[in-house]
């Protein structure tokens, strides 16, 4: 029975901050991979960032890079997306997955487990 939830999406203006947050139950999860996923209305669902099963590699893409870090803490069976100089074309739902394995990925083929998704909304 894996289960994840997510937290920590909001309403901000475009320049602002926020940092979510999932913690997962009924797995291993210092054993596997995470990632963070979005959709936005009409949009298909694209990969944000991954993050390896010890936190030593982490993906991201590229219209995020150098604004997101994608980090963990396996004590606490959670990873966390921080999110900084938010845009308005960064307004989706913003999902976690948990990987097949340790290996960090993009591809969402290597998932397994999704969260219901947490709201992200960037105002002009």
């Known amino acids: 029975q894996v289960q994840l939830v997510e937290s920590g999406g909001g309403l901000v203006q475009a320049g602002g901050s926020l940092r979510l947050s999932c913690t997962v139950s009924g797995r291993t999860f210092g054993w596997y991979a995470m990632g963070w996923f979005r959709r936005a209305p009409g949009n298909e669902r694209e990969s944000v960032a991954a993050i390896s099963h010890n936190g030593g590699r982490t993906y991201y893409a590229d219209f995020v890079k150098g604004r997101f870090t994608i980090s963990r803490d396996n004590a606490k069976n959670t990873v966390y997306l921080q999110m900084n100089s938010l845009k308005p074309e960064d307004t989706a739902n913003y999902y976690c997955?948990?990987?097949?394995?340790?290996?960090?990925?993009?591809?969402?083929?290597?998932?397994?487990?999704w969260g219901q998704g947490t709201q992200v909304t960037v105002s002009s």
């Open positions: 997955a948990i990987g097949r394995s340790a290996t960090a990925s993009l591809n969402q083929i290597d998932y397994n487990y």
